[in-house]
């Protein structure tokens, strides 16, 4: 694989249910990050992560948690899904936090019903 | 006030027009700044940075205008392939803040 690859690409889910979406990239980034983007309210910050061993909390954090046991995989669980989690979820990474690009995931698109 | 805003658009224009749209940021501590690119269900990717002086990539002229705190970017001579939605993004103490986007469909 080259860059950064999300799964599943979409999913449906019933309410109360666990989901765990997976992210992973190659390029030995120490920084990852999990948005959320809904119409009208653009990319929301989730979780992230400066390296590995280390997760903080976004902007949206709740009903979220994250883990990054090492470099390359960063997993976003949603515990027990609710309606207002459906959303298109983006991963993404970049070679440290701060300055510097970030390249995206293709996306999960997750419907809670 | 929002961290970061832009005009969500549409902005419709006939192709070969030049059109630009500006960015504005609330915290002057900011420190760097990019424009990104999404089409429609896709990933967004960094299109360009922004850089004090100026910068110019092919058709694609950003600015950066730290006393009024704003960013532009400028697209001449569009393309149909133009047609995207057009991120700012604002770095402030190693904090990523993205901007709702502007819209922008070029017309045939």
């Known amino acids: 694989i080259a860059g950064i690859t999300q799964a599943p690409t979409s999913q449906i889910l019933a309410a109360g249910r666990r989901m765990t979406l997976r992210c992973t990239q190659d390029?030995?980034?120490?920084?990852m990050y999990w948005y959320r983007q809904d119409l009208g309210l653009g990319l929301r910050l989730i979780h992230y992560s400066n390296t590995a061993g280390t997760t903080g909390k976004g902007e949206v954090p709740d009903g979220y948690s994250v883990s990054r046991a090492n470099t390359d995989d960063f997993p976003l669980t949603l515990a027990s899904a609710v309606p207002s989690q459906t959303s298109v979820y983006f991963c993404a990474s970049s070679e440290r936090t701060g300055h510097l690009e970030q390249f995206f995931g293709p996306g999960t698109r997750l419907t809670v019903l | 006030r929002k961290e970061v805003e832009q005009d969500p658009g549409p902005f419709n224009v006939p192709e070969g027009a030049t059109v630009a749209f500006n960015c504005t940021y609330s915290?002057?501590?900011?420190?760097?700044f990019f424009w990104y690119r999404q089409d429609c269900r896709k990933e967004p990717k960094l299109l360009m940075s922004v850089y004090s002086s100026g910068n110019e990539d092919g058709r694609f002229t950003a600015q950066l205008n730290r006393a009024s705190q704003y960013i532009s970017l400028l697209i001449r001579d569009s393309k149909l392939s133009d047609s995207a939605t057009y991120l700012c993004v604002v770095n402030r103490d190693d904090k990523i803040i993205f901007g709702k986007g502007t819209r922008l469909h070029i017309l045939p």
């Open positions: 390029m030995r980034h120490n920084a």
């Open positions: 915290n002057s501590a900011s420190q760097s």
